[in-house]
């Protein structure tokens, strides 16, 4: 059975940073392209960035493009979000997603979820 299970989530001044994690089990991680979506009340469901199963090419959203980073730990099955100068229009729930085939962008593809958490930045 194959679980994605986020923590790091919170509230944070504007300004601040986060880190996310994502630690995965019953899937071979380094097999998939792991990324993150983000939710807001009243919104779709957009991916914030990917990285491939090889860690050699990643995607950033515009809007988080030289504040958020991606990266994995191969040995940990573990992905991270790091986040940093938060802004308001970041609070979102963020959802760990896994998908067997590069490029990881829609939602509509995703082979596996995590129960998403809550970001919340306060201005």
């Known amino acids: 059975q194959v679980q994605l299970v986020e923590s790091g989530g919170g509230l944070v001044q504007a300004g601040g940073s986060l880190r996310l994690s994502c630690a995965a089990s019953?899937?071979?991680?380094?097999?998939?392209?792991m990324g993150w979506f983000r939710q807001a009340p009243g919104k779709e469901r957009d991916v914030v960035a990917a990285?491939?199963?090889?860690?050699?090419?990643?995607y950033y959203a515009d809007s988080v493009k030289g504040r958020f980073t991606i990266s994995v730990d191969n040995a940990k099955n573990t992905e991270y979000l790091q986040m940093n100068s938060l802004k308001p229009e970041d609070t979102a729930v963020y959802y760990c997603?896994?998908?067997?085939?590069?490029?990881?962008?829609?939602?509509?593809?995703?082979?596996?979820w995590g129960q998403g958490t809550q970001v919340t930045v306060s201005s």
């Open positions: 997603a896994a998908k067997q085939y590069w490029p990881l962008r829609d939602s509509r593809d995703i082979d596996y």
């Open positions: 019953g899937l071979t991680f380094s097999s998939y392209a």
């Open positions: 990285i491939s199963w090889a860690g050699d090419t990643t």
